[in-house]
T-cell receptor, first 112, second 111 residues
Framework: DTAVSQTPKYLVTQMGNDKSIKCEQN?????MYWYKQDSKKFLKIMFS???????INETVPNRFSPKSPDKAHLNLHINSLELGDSAVYFC???????????FGDGTRLSIL | QKEVEQDPGPLSVPEGAIVSLNCTYS??????FMWYRQYSRKGPELLMY????GNKEDGRFTAQVDKSSKYISLFIRDSQPSDSATYLC???????????FGGGTRVLVKP
């Protein structure tokens, strides 16, 4: 069973559209994260939720809105997609806010 | 200058050799240090997790942290072609768990 799973794996869409990415973890962890990996392979944190509460919100355009309906799920909605949003988005989870993080296999977003 | 520096490689070694990887960092608040392995089109996989300075060994992997020099290392003994991947260092401070990653080193182990 996949510990941290993301859907979809690939997302190709046009500029200006709105899209969502979903993440689920079956590890029983309390904390979940969204990271962005750009073309140069740098991973940067975007958001973190602990027990459904937002605890990290980096300098991310407000077109990006995370939502955590429960501890096992963290979704990412993106409005008015731009060319610069093309990247791989990774979800991760950890036991708590200080534990090691485990990653999903990413969602590859391409904006046409 | 980035907070965490890592040579992008590629680092090419023959099978059976020791792979030596390292990262330097500038933020003295970092206390937790990790190494991840990332295969192409996959997510980062946690290899080693250490707190503060010292050494940690797990099978063929040894992680070293020298906080005085702001320098961390990962050694892979008896390297195998399956070790060919990108290796990412990551670190975080005591408050919260925001990971700061290096850019990754691509490793190629040739049979």
């Amino acid at each position: 069973d996949t510990a941290v799973s993301q859907t979809p794996k690939y997302l190709v869409t046009q500029m200006g559209n709105d899209k969502s990415i979903k993440c689920e973890q079956n590890l029983g962890h309390d904390t979940m994260y969204w990271y962005k990996q750009d073309s140069k392979k740098f991973l940067k944190i975007m958001f973190s939720y602990n027990n459904k509460e937002l605890i990290i919100n980096e300098t991310v355009p407000n077109r990006f809105s995370p939502k955590s309906p429960d501890k096992a799920h963290l979704n990412l909605h993106i409005n008015s997609l731009e060319l610069g949003d093309s990247a791989v988005y990774f979800c991760a989870s950890s036991q708590d806010i200080s534990g090691p993080q485990h990653f999903g296999d990413g969602t590859r977003l391409s904006i046409l | 200058q980035k907070e965490v520096e890592q040579d992008p490689g590629p680092l090419s070694v023959p099978e059976g050799a020791i792979v030596s990887l390292n990262c330097t960092y500038s933020n003295s608040a970092f206390q937790y240090f990790m190494w991840y392995r990332q295969y192409s089109r996959k997510g980062p996989e946690l290899l080693m997790y250490t707190y503060s300075s010292g050494n940690k060994e797990d099978g063929r992997f040894t992680a070293q942290v020298d906080k005085s020099s702001k320098y961390i290392s990962l050694f892979i003994r008896d390297s195998q072609p399956s070790d060919s991947a990108t290796y990412l260092c990551a670190m975080s401070g005591a408050a919260g768990n925001k990971l700061t990653f290096g850019g990754g080193t691509r490793v190629l182990v040739k049979p």
